[in-house]
T-cell receptor
Framework: GNSVTQMEGPVTLSEEAFLTINCTYTATGYPSLFWYVQYPGEGLQLLLKATKADDKGSNKGFEATYRKETTSFHLEKGSVQVSDSAVYFCALSGNNFNKFYFGSGTKLNVKP | SAVISQKPSRDICQRGTSLTIQCQVDSQVTMMFWYRQQPGQSLTLIATANQGSEATYESGFVIDKFPISRPNLTFSTLTVSNMSPEDSSIYLC????????????FGPGTRLTVT
């Protein structure tokens, strides 16, 4: 079946530090992969996506590369800001595109 | 991308009562979904709201507890019936749009506390 595993949080970093949030997946077929961000008190926002192996999704300084050989889609940012403090969810959609599978979420705290 | 609004944004309800949550989309969409997010947890899909027919529920969720309406392509409601404290969660409406591939967009959520 389809599933997503994320590193547990919370992750606490100082401003301008490098961020990596690990995400691995299990899927049948060729899934599409997503990162969503949830700021305090808000719904989820699509951050970036990738549809096939070796695709790199990027947005707002965040990047993630679809690695089929390691079934991973790790989220990275070179220099985090306090405003990046949020919960980050990795997700996949399988061959049945209307069904999404979400990871458990990783809370990021960035301190000034 | 679709813009989604939900009402109410939050509510505090008494045990045994019911609450209806509304989801309004600014464009016609085929697929609408309802999720539950318990405190500090990930999202759990409750059901797919189908326009003009009964919702499709995921394992562990039943129509008597979570009746859903979808009268048209821009609106849906989720009712949480006979509430207990275990129903305290954030309830999220989402829609799927095809932008090459399907993407899901979420409403701001309804934060429900049951006392």
């Amino acid at each position: 079946g389809n599933s997503v595993t994320q590193m547990e949080g919370p992750v606490t970093l100082s401003e301008e530090a490098f961020l990596t949030i690990n995400c691995t997946y299990t899927a049948t077929g060729y899934p599409s992969l997503f990162w969503y961000v949830q700021y305090p008190g808000e719904g989820l926002q699509l951050l970036l996506k990738a549809t096939k192996a070796d695709d790199k999704g990027s947005n707002k300084g965040f990047e993630a590369t679809y690695r089929k050989e390691t079934t991973s889609f790790h989220l990275e940012k070179g220099s985090v800001q306090v405003s990046d403090s949020a919960v980050y969810f990795c997700a996949l959609s399988g061959n049945n595109f209307n069904k999404f599978y979400f990871g458990s979420g990783t809370k990021l705290n960035v301190k000034p | 991308s679709a813009v989604i609004s939900q009402k109410p944004s939050r509510d505090i309800c008494q045990r045994g009562t019911s609450l209806t949550i509304q989801c309004q989309v600014d464009s016609q969409v085929t697929m609408m979904f309802w999720y539950r997010q318990q405190p500090g947890q990930s999202l759990t899909l409750i059901a797919t709201a189908n326009q003009g027919s009964e919702a499709t529920y995921e394992s562990g969720f039943v129509i008597d507890k979570f009746p859903i309406s979808r009268p048209n392509l821009t609106f849906s409601t989720l009712t949480v019936s006979n509430m207990s404290p275990e129903d305290s969660s954030i309830y999220l409406c989402s829609v799927a749009e095809r932008q090459g591939l399907y993407e899901q967009y979420f409403g701001p959520g309804t934060r429900l506390t049951v006392t």
